[in-house]
């Protein structure tokens, strides 16, 4: 494949694979960070929250079975080779929850209702790509690694596979296995999401698709000529990367974040079409067209502050069990329900 597609078409081909998938389980299988936290909240139903519980115990057991199989490295991942930053995780996971909330969407969520006709979405999506690449390498970038500066090549242990390893002697393996199997059973403890094959087909779906990324992306890497990152699925930097590449495809090439990128939305149409739900709309209202775009504006630097979103930290930091992971998934759960509390309740007291 390598000889006949090349290493970057190669990697955008894994990456549009996973992104197809990813967008059939948010128009099908309904997988959806906001909706999960809003029917917690505000609907009494956490099945959708118990997914993403599927999702994160999967990708953790697939993730370190591929590690102990020297079919991934997971100390060349992002995640575990920068020094975390606790603070960088907690201020852009709260950023990036509460312009989810503003937005109604976060990254992958908007790629997919655009996938289904949404042109609200399409408006987030150019917004938070650029506002991504506006603290991550555009004017703001300096005053970032000022205030949370980025040190990369850690020797010490930045997730908790690495700290049993080194301090007691425990395989990453039985760690990944036990803390994998500990959150699918969470996740299934539930007989109603027992009673829901559905949402835990598509959960698991989603934990598959973002081992797939490591091992694909790594496989590349490993026996490939041209060096290429070793990444899975993640929604926000890699929009603004698809923006850029499509600004100058011809001095560029692709990559699994392109690749990602577009097969979400490829995927959604397919879900939409297939259920019927496919239709265009807009924004009637210029305050909601407003405040999505502010929402937008700030998903974007709350990710690149917390290196990943919803899904970059949410389920593939947590497949390699990043210490930042639960700090980020809190942060942004956190940030999100203070945001859906201003737009739903207006922090009215209660009579």
């Not at 150019?126 to 555009?138: C, D, K, N, P, R």
């Not at 500990?182 to 779906?205: D, N, Q, Y």
């Amino acid at each position: 494949m390598l000889d006949l597609l090349g290493e970057a078409n190669t990697v955008a081909l894994i990456g549009l694979l996973g992104g197809i998938a990813l967008g059939l389980a948010a128009r099908i299988g309904r997988f959806c960070t906001l909706g999960a936290i809003e029917d917690v909240l505000y609907g009494s139903d956490d099945r959708r929250l118990r997914m993403w519980a599927i999702a994160i115990g999967v990708a953790i057991i697939g993730t370190h079975v591929a590690m102990f199989l020297n079919m991934f490295d997971a100390g060349a991942s992002a995640y575990l080779d920068r020094v975390w930053n606790p603070l960088g995780t907690v201020i852009g996971g709260l950023m990036f929850g509460y312009g989810m909330a503003m937005s109604g969407n976060c990254g992958y969520g908007a790629l997919a209702r655009l996938g289904g006709g949404d042109l609200r979405s399409f408006v987030i999506v150019i917004v938070m790509g650029l506002s991504a690449y506006f603290v991550m390498s555009g004017p703001l970038a300096h005053a970032r690694v000022w205030l949370f500066p980025v040190e990369t090549g850690a020797t010490s242990p930045q997730g908790l596979g690495q700290l049993f390893d080194v301090h007691f002697g425990i395989s990453p393996l039985l760690t990944g296995l036990i803390i994998g199997a500990m959150i699918i059973v969470a996740g299934l403890s539930s007989s109603e999401m027992r009673r829901s094959p559905k949402h835990v087909f598509w959960g698991g779906v989603v934990g598959l698709v973002i081992v797939s990324g490591w091992i694909g992306t790594y496989w590349v890497a490993s026996i490939g000529f041209e060096p290429e990152p070793i990444e899975t699925h993640s929604f926000v930097a890699p929009i603004g990367d698809t923006l850029f590449y499509v600004m100058t495809a011809s001095a560029t090439t692709l990559s699994f974040s392109v690749g990602s990128v577009v097969g979400v939305m490829i995927g959604a149409a397919m879900g939409s079409y297939s259920k019927g739900h496919f239709r265009w709309e807009a924004c009637e209202d210029p305050r909601e067209l407003r405040r999505q775009i502010a929402g937008a504006a700030l998903m974007g630097p709350g990710a690149i502050l917390a290196v990943g979103c919803s899904v970059g930290q949410g389920i593939s930091a947590f497949s390699t069990l990043a210490f930042s992971a639960p700090v980020a998934f809190l942060a942004i759960f956190a940030g999100a329900s203070f945001g859906l509390k201003q737009l739903i309740t207006g922090f009215s007291p209660a009579e």
